[in-house]
């Protein structure tokens, strides 16, 4: 079993829409529907971390699963009132609420991804984070070493692969996890994650497609991911 934990509580002002992106529709479907998608074959708890417009994404959210859809009776609601803050206070909330027990899968709400890549990262053995080959704009990039393990995250970088908000975390490594994400030392979750490797933690890496969905821009190359990873899927 996993926990798998999805951060949806920023506003997504670069978007311009008045809710979550979380609930934003990408092809006809809102990006949780894609998402819980591909994650139907990776078993365990999903937590869903809101904050901006909290009760319409949970009503929302309620509202397009079926009573019978397998996905409904997976979620709990983790609730961040500080979502104006950076990632590490909803990272810091939910450390409080997950078991330490069983690996933790952690995915950005606007982030698109097949059900391969999120059935390969609940496999790895390994605390491993999610790469993309070919960087975006602005992009966080990955240092890595001989052995394709993690050395360092720096932003506006040349890097091997670009930053892709998804990581999978044992559970030797949740306390620490917690205890970095609580001390108010770092911002974002990939700063965490540098400090973890400072700390010791050995960090893998894993290469696949993704499809972000920050502005209007993304929304068009979004929509063409997921229609890519249907019809890989059939």
């Avoid at 996905?71 to 810091?92: G, V």
Wanted: overall charge negative; charged content about 25%.
């Amino acid at each position: 079993m996993n926990s798998i934990v999805i951060f949806a509580a920023g506003r997504g002002s670069r978007l311009g829409a008045s809710v979550p992106k979380f609930i934003v529709e990408v092809d006809a479907r809102p990006i949780f529907l894609h998402q819980l998608r591909a994650l139907s074959r990776v078993p365990g708890e999903i937590y869903i971390v809101c904050g901006y417009r909290a009760a319409i994404l949970m009503q929302l959210m309620l509202a397009d699963l079926a009573r019978d859809e397998p996905a409904r009776s997976r979620l709990t609601f983790i609730y961040n009132s500080s979502f104006d803050e950076p990632q590490c206070a909803s990272i810091s909330r939910v450390m409080a609420a997950i078991p330490k027990n069983r690996p933790a899968l952690f995915i950005d709400g606007d982030m698109l991804f097949s059900s391969k890549t999120a059935e390969c990262l609940v496999k790895a053995q390994e605390t491993t984070v999610a790469l993309r080959a070919e960087p975006t704009a602005d992009a966080v990039m990955a240092m890595l070493n001989e052995s394709d393990q993690l050395q360092k995250f720096e932003r506006g970088q040349d890097g091997t692969g670009e930053w892709a908000n998804l990581a999978v975390y044992q559970p030797r490594h949740l306390p620490l996890l917690g205890e970095v994400a609580s001390s108010n030392a770092c911002r974002h979750h990939f700063e965490i994650i540098n400090e973890l490797v400072a700390r010791g933690v050995t960090v893998h890496t894993h290469f696949a497609e993704f499809a972000e969905v920050d502005d209007i821009d993304d929304l068009r190359l979004a929509g063409r991911f997921v229609r890519e990873c249907q019809h890989a899927q059939d």
